[in-house]
């Protein structure tokens, strides 16, 4: 498109019908996009049918709702805010209308997409303190268009759990391993199945986990070659990472 | 399969074909493969055509040898030996025959598939330093029967050369980024592509990188959403990951 | 048990009293339990009589009282709730009586078991601010059937006081040893004793404690052979495996 | 001056003008001043019209409008004080009067300089979150007296934004980088341009960014050689620094 | 005993056959032993058969056979020597005969004990890399009399390994879990069994391993109830432990 | 004095005075205490002079008072409470008077010694933010009867300040050195005087101090060969330890 | 530039001479170079006279060599080479003359500029064991064209050291402060001089400095506002960043 | 003697006998010296005795003994060289007469004083692999003049060692605690005596004592309030430290 896009600029220079002077303007002004250097951020809900993102965490219920009110103004069909408080999903809502989901703590402008995919993306969770960041992976995830399975309170130290569950996991194509404390699951998980198995430490646990960075360590070592890993308590960014994974499956990719 | 398998075997009881005790010790003696509840690892490459991997890193080139010739007895086809130095190389070689790839450190035992995949695998290194985990991850790719574009010496302190490939990004189907000492190449190329990123933090660099922890947790850190992350230096991991994920969009997955 | 319990499905198979596709079923819903891989979580009270434990950090005083209620109807005779505040351990009295340990911050529904061991624990903290986990370690052991003896305020900056308790110490069967700030306690008391030696170190300091990391490795180095360490402020582990330990010697074990 | 002024003083003393017991009372009393050894703190401003500054973070507004008032009795014309909350401005307002810049939580007593500097500061910033601290560089750089350009929501995630303010960028004398999580905007912007870039991390993100320590080791690893770094969330050092390293190239230096 | 013997000491005094003077001296020149305020250590052997041990890492061959000798002179019957090179042990081998064990590198000094215990000691280990370890462990307890079954190449990655041992794991007394990297191993086989585990983290690994720390920080945080941790590589500490806990069980404790 | 009690109470058994169970009794009752081999905790205020110190830190106002309540009923002439808050402290006071000391939080209840020594200890603060816990070491060793002189406000940013101070630092006996962010007041003050310098790290800064470790280190790893170093914010044990220094040099030590 | 060439370019399309699809490919092929987005770096030295510098750590003799005689033979005119070890410097010689500094393990290809700055940059170290850093700096400063002075063995605890040389201190334009173990250094000189200060930690010390940690986070820390930082021992960056700073006052800046 | 040295010089001016221009080239080259403000390195041994110390770590023998070569020279009686490797003490041994001591690998050339103090310094090891460093200590500690009586191999793990020499700990009028791993040596010994306690932590052990780091924080945190720490393994810190403390309670102090 580049190519096309420039050259027929070129041709309306050759033919007079621009000068060289707009020319140079033209491309001065928009350097990246017109030459399609980049995903153009503004752009790329209307063509994917992709949800926009707001990072909620240390934003004001005024602020939220003014970004929501601006991004239905220009345009975009549905916008995910993450990190969001009750109190200020209560607030934002009285401005301008989303769903709420208080355990991820998600609120969701618009309408999601219908689609769903053929693939499934299976989201393991070790311990019911995992669940808010299990569950903004799964809502994440959703909201992409994808299709979720969930599989909670499946932590390693009662195994019998994690392997009654073993038909979802190994039909799965991608997993999402939700875990704090020793972080284990993901290893265990990803012995157990041949997907990618995208691995969330959570900060869940006291003491020596210091954080998170126990789980965090525990899954960067893993030795089940299929094992990635996102920041702490970042279901957000696995849940979007296993939905492309798992759109790459898909017909309509 | 597993229900096929035990449901014949318990047919074979119901006719008295196999005595109850005769089944029991089938059962017993081979629980899990029977059972289908994990994947049986030395079936793994004769159903898969996946290459088996050794990783070489603290093993003697006897050790090496002796493993490498008691696989080939048991029928391996390929098996792909990580972290093996030259002399040791050569030391196996005598035993039995291997190519060699000096700058990863590898060895390949065995033919590789012929097989390579429509999607492609772009591999990016920011500097020449971490081409040995660059080229780990680009074998291995290779070697699962993947096609690999290899962008090297990209990092993002000479921005123009990144851009110069962006065609090349902007096709692959997943990206492998591998930098050293701020390790920014991981973002820079996650907002740059819409597909999944493999980061791996290298080694690479001196001082307050601390063996490799500050482009760990810049990768980690990363504010793009399509970037998960392995463990240094662990180009293998990335390779055997990117080429998992490529394949989920291949017809033969 | 595995052997009998398969063998007398598959000679019920044999007898046609049991369809091979029934039996399947039965193999593959119920894998772990049946086969007897796996300790069953809610058998393991009406086995063994030891009660079951609720982590009450981070859970709210309704779900406290909801879970109790939950294990109530269930059939457990006997529960711990541990990390439990006053105001919430109130709220949940009113909805299911329990009996609360303000110190260790504890709850217990029901009744503990009559039976004491004759091998005693001696659990050693150093200072007053260690109580709290110490005495969680105490009750956590005497819950569990074992006779516990406290020794308290026995920092080694007082050697002298150690040092009148040792008939204790040397009697006991398991020592608890809790200390925060600089944890010399576990070494010296490791030293002086024969027995297994449970550290638990605690956050207990300021400054380069680092929230008890001081105390933590203090612990791990030890030079007394007879030392293991749990988490960081992890009396409730600490008690459960002294437990454990001290019923090995026990006739009714 | 030194030379000169002991020298005028030792002839006083030759001349009879001034005994030798004065003289070294003279010497003794002010050794450090008198010498030149050291830039005297409450002369500075006089002489070269730099405001001086409050730490206000842990001061009171009580202390902080004392603190004020004694500096204008004693002669200061301006003074910033950094980290002020809103509510202690405005008790502080009350006593003495300051303008307040919420965003960075500053507030400047008295008038700053007129005079602007032809050489330009640019302050970039990755996002929204880090707008504080690079609005703290911004005003501590326009009260000393320099131009200063702003970049803001530029982060490398989104490369175009970044370079469509490329000719800005070129321009400037010294930039100042501002950005949290992963950090790279030093990086790239490092190697976009050739003179010095301030980098400053911030605290901006979560988990594995350990309180701003993941972009404080990803810019001091820089692979751009034009990068320094200060503190973390440090604005007002940076706007500082880059302030006197532009002065560097005016005529009234 | 000590009221015994200082008993019968002051009875001595009181019969003028011992003279205060004499008496004093008496109690001063052996405050500890006389008054039983700690074990013995030269007793130690004699007493309890238990072999002595001899920390053999950063020792010359000739002070391991020079205090080999002095030990022996002094009556020990048996002494463990840990990390020995190869070459060590040849040259202490000829000064004085021990019996070398090139895996964990212990080399062993006179006759151990013919007793072995009822209870078994399970040594697991997760991967080849983590057998030296794993060796010091159970030579360390068999040297202390205790039965111990060897369950090496069980890492969680390749779950259906650890579970075809299971029935060894149920029966033991006590479990010794070896493994580095990410150390899941403690937390999976804690939850399988109901007695002790001691659990080893190692330094196998590299990148965020960091010499072990990703498999301590692992096994400390585990959510399993019977785990306690020793020091990284200390195969030693874990076999003492595991056997005196042992020993708890049996009748000749 | 060990020797001359035990020597009296054996004389008295051979007069026949002490029968040898009552003097076997006496020994063992106080076996620390009686043979002199450690000092006895609560004869230490009585023989010295030396005021007791309560940690007040993490207790309840009720608690303090009832301690202090306690040892004044014990015959303690003078205590001191450190880390105590304005409220508790008022509390206290409506119940055992105490003299209160805002700023480094300390109560003190009873008299003072009047003594006061020869020697001076100076203890010298970087700034103004380190000063609570440079009063808290300078009121400590006030305490314990000696001479302070406070040098405050002599960063080494100021160096001229400091060098002010030139006299009375090479004049003191033994120095406090108090200093958070860089912490490189012990080192400056090491090189100018000869005498023992107690450095103590506070947790004064932001960022990259990392609550204190950043002073910490400094100070550990300084190139001055006079300077030792206490924990963060430990200002009562510099200020107890450089007492104790200062009262060697004294005719009454 | 950029609209002058692509204007031209496009002049010569409107005129016939150049087709547009002849100048879509110019402008495909050299996306940034021709837009001017970006510095190209093979026509740095060219228009600076800036010499290059190839990293030399971890690479061999012969590819050094290798990379010389390429540059040289593209036209370079004088190329620095960074930690070069003496046998490999000899190595290289061989192959392409360099002129070599042993302390700073340096290699110089070329000649170097004869100009020389008016505005001195000084260089001050604190110890012997950092003068490699401190020449790495001073060199490469002096490589660029600048003026620099020496100011060696001024450790701050031997502070006449330094203040003797206060007066080329204060005349500086652009101070290097370059200090191992505690790095006061760089707090010292910048609270004494008014002009930037570009701190370099270095890894000399042993115990707490782990490996350069200490200066790094004292530097970081540092009171004094006009002080930044680069990585442990980066003397080539601070001499680098030092040299554009101080040519900023130069009038062919 | 500032007073009386300028005054001399005043007066000396004011008779006409030294020009105001000669009087300001005296004080100027001299500031530090002839003002008192500070200790003259190169005039402290000819005043006090005190040895000078060249840390031999990182030198080659050719420069230590061309460094002895000069202060000989210059004047120095007595020189100590710390961390002096066995061949290279041969090798100054060959060019100038050193006494050198393997243990702790000092070197000392030139006569040390004969004069030692009335007090004692108790140097107590907690193992053999702590004598270098605690070797360095005492001789350090000789070396000035002190009396030292050595501890050594009183580890806590054994405690009756360390009680049975608490005759020698209760007499010191200083203690130095030397011990690795988990350091508890210092607290315990702080606990014992009522002296200052210098403690230095060594870097013996392995795993989670990450170089020392254990021991350090240990002792940091000692709950014994006479205790301050230097480096690990700076035995020579604290010998030398545990001197000057000595000598306060001397007459020729």
């Known amino acids: 498109m580049y190519h096309d896009e420039v050259l027929s600029l070129l041709h309306s220079v050759k033919d007079g019908a621009t ?4 020319a140079v303007l033209l491309l001065k ?7 399609g250097y980049a995903k153009i951020d503004h752009h790329r809900q209307l063509r994917h049918g992709i949800p926009e993102v707001v990072f909620g965490g240390g934003k ?3 602020q939220i709702s003014g970004i929501l009110t ?9 916008v995910l805010v993450t990190r969001l408080d009750p109190d200020k999903a209560e607030a934002v809502n009285a401005v301008i209308p989303i769903a709420y989901h208080p355990v991820p703590r998600m609120g969701i402008f618009g309408e999601l997409p219908d689609t769903s995919t053929d693939g499934v993306i299976a989201v393991a969770a070790a311990g019911t303190s995992d669940l808010p960041v299990a569950e903004e992976a799964a809502i994440t995830a959703q909201s992409l268009g994808n299709r979720v399975e969930r599989l909670y309170d499946v932590g390693v130290a009662g195994l019998h759990r ?11 194509r991608v997993v999402v391993a939700v875990a704090g404390m020793e972080g284990a699951l993901a ?20 003491g020596a986990n210091f954080g998170g960075l126990s789980a965090l360590l525990s899954m960067l070592n893993s030795c089940a070659g299929n094992v990635s890993v996102v920041n702490i308590d970042n279901g957000f960014g696995a849940g ?14």
Chains 1, 2, 3, 4, 5, 6, 7, 8 share one sequence.
């Open 70 to 78: 601006a991004m239905r103004d220009g345009g975009y069909v549905s």
């Open 19 to 22: 000068s060289p002077e707009e």
């Open 240 to 253: 979007y990472l296993a939905g492309i994974i798992n759109r790459i499956g898909e017909h309509r990719q």
């Open 29 to 35: 002004k928009r350097p990246f996009e017109d030459l």
């Open 60 to 62: 004001t219920a005024e």
């Open 187 to 206: 290893t265990v998980v990803g012995g157990l199945v041949a997907c990618p198995v995208v691995a969330v430490p959570t900060s869940v646990g006291y």
């Open 162 to 172: 994690l392997l009654s569950k073993l038909d979802v996991l190994m039909e799965a």
